[in-house]
């Protein structure tokens, strides 16, 4: 385990652009039952088919969490009515914790004890930045005159706090919705999102004329949270805007030498996925996503056939095949890596040698297990736990690592915990591990 933090100890990182509070509520029989009683069983089962996009009412809520745990599959809905905050502020939750993407990956990689670690979004108060680990090399760029990096601990900028709700389910959770009898798949989550008028998902024009010298000091860029962006905002400006400028700023840190990830996350706004797709991806060096979300992604560049097979089947070999289109069909990448609830998967075009990416993959996996059994990784030490933790059952089937194609092509068996703490952020920790990981293996093949 030492020799694995020992290669990522001289990576710096930029980590953009969502952090947020999770208020987290873990659901068992008696919530959901009550929710359940507020609408009668038809209207809910009919709200399921409709398959709502944004939260408006209530029972949106109620369908969509439903259908998150029949499924077994993890989901995020924005909140689109803000007058439901004081119905959903009335659920007394279980605990508070950091949230976002971006947010959840700083803490961690700076516990790992990378050389530094900046963390950047827009919209950041007291009460947020509390949230971060008091540590020296995890720093946020403030810009006027001149750049300042400052710990993230002790920013105070904003007043106004993201606070996304955070509904938590273990596998084999029961419970009837009229005569039907609904049992969890697997463990999971469901995210009510919130979206702010004041956040939007890019550097503010004090840092951003700066970028050029922020890249200079990091060697990676794990940059997420576009699907936070809005269609519209109240100042005139659209989703493009801000896409466009995104996409500008990626180019920037490119131009640098800047290895850059888009993580990928649940878009169910159509517009905002496409736009993810076309400004976003089609830029960076690397995307991590689920198997989920890369079935998202074949589907609106037009393959509907595998992208159906792997939300019914998630066959690996289909998922190899997907990830084969998304290199061919995206030149920027370089590399592509899936994670699921059984294994993590991993190809690229470049040289790098099969058993250097199965040490990528098998760290990340140690970092899931750790956070799943845990709830958080607060000490390096803390990493025995998930070490200890053994493969799934089904490591012979997952363990693989071959050429073809001119690809290397590499998958690991997931760490199995039965009973996680806790699923949020789990993907993002095994997609920034991974990210972290490959990049120190390009930054020694370069000195």
């Not at 873990?26 to 709200?47: A, D, H, M």
């Not at 890249?215 to 100042?235: R, T, V």
């Not at 297990?369 to 990784?377: F, R, V």
């Amino acid at each position: 385990m030492l020799e694995y933090l020992e290669k990522i100890k001289d990576v710096s990182l930029l980590t953009a652009y969502n952090a947020n509070i999770d208020a987290i509520k873990y659901v068992n029989e008696e919530f959901i039952s009550s929710l359940i009683s507020l609408y009668p069983p038809e209207k809910i089962r009919e709200k399921i088919e409709e398959y709502p996009r944004a939260i408006n009412e209530p029972l949106d809520f109620i369908a969509r969490l439903i259908l998150s745990i029949k499924l077994g599959k993890p989901a995020e809905v924005p909140l689109k009515n803000e007058e439901l905050n004081d119905w959903f502020n009335s659920f007394k939750y279980d605990e508070e914790k950091i949230g976002g993407q971006a947010g959840i990956v700083s803490n961690l990689m700076a516990v790992l004890g990378l050389k530094r670690v900046i963390f950047y979004t827009p919209l950041i108060s007291e009460r947020l930045s509390r949230m971060f680990i008091d540590s020296n090399n995890l720093v946020y760029p403030i810009g006027n005159d001149e750049l300042k990096l400052i710990k993230v601990k002790e920013v105070k900028k904003d007043k106004l706090t993201k606070i996304n709700r955070i509904f938590e389910f273990k596998e084999g959770l029961t419970f009837k919705l009229g005569e039907e009898k609904i049992k969890a798949k697997a463990s999971t989550r469901f995210i009510v999102a919130s979206r702010p008028e004041a956040l939007r998902m890019c550097f503010d024009n004090s840092v951003r004329k700066f970028l050029k010298e922020l890249a200079k000091m990091i060697d990676c860029s794990f940059l997420s949270g576009f699907q936070g962006i809005k269609e519209e905002y109240s100042d005139g400006t659209t989703y493009i805007d801000y896409f466009e400028r995104d996409r500008e700023d990626i180019k920037t840190l490119k131009k640098e030498g800047v290895l850059t990830h888009l993580e990928f996350a649940s878009i169910p706004n159509l517009k905002i996925r496409e736009a993810v797709i076309n400004y976003i991806l089609r830029e960076v060096d690397s995307v991590g996503m689920d198997e989920t979300e890369l079935a998202n992604v074949l589907h609106s560049i037009g393959y509907e056939k595998l992208s159906d097979i792997i939300l019914k089947e998630s066959k690996i070999e289909d998922v190899i095949e997907g990830c084969k289109i998304i290199l061919d069909e995206f030149k920027n990448l370089e590399v592509v890596q899936v994670h699921t609830l059984y294994y993590i998967l991993m190809l690229t075009k470049e040289e790098v040698s099969l058993e250097e990416l199965k040490n990528c993959l098998d760290f990340s996996t140690i970092l899931a297990a750790t956070k799943a059994k845990l709830g958080d990784i607060k000490k390096k030490e803390d990493l025995k736990v998930g070490l200890n933790v053994p493969y799934n059952e089904y490591k012979e089937l997952f363990l693989k690592a071959y050429e073809e194609d001119n690809l290397k092509i590499v998958s690991v068996p997931s760490r199995y915990v039965k009973n996680p703490k806790s699923t949020v952020g789990l993907g993002d920790t095994v997609s920034s591990g991974a990210f972290v990981y490959y990049t120190s293996i390009k930054k020694r093949k370069s000195l």
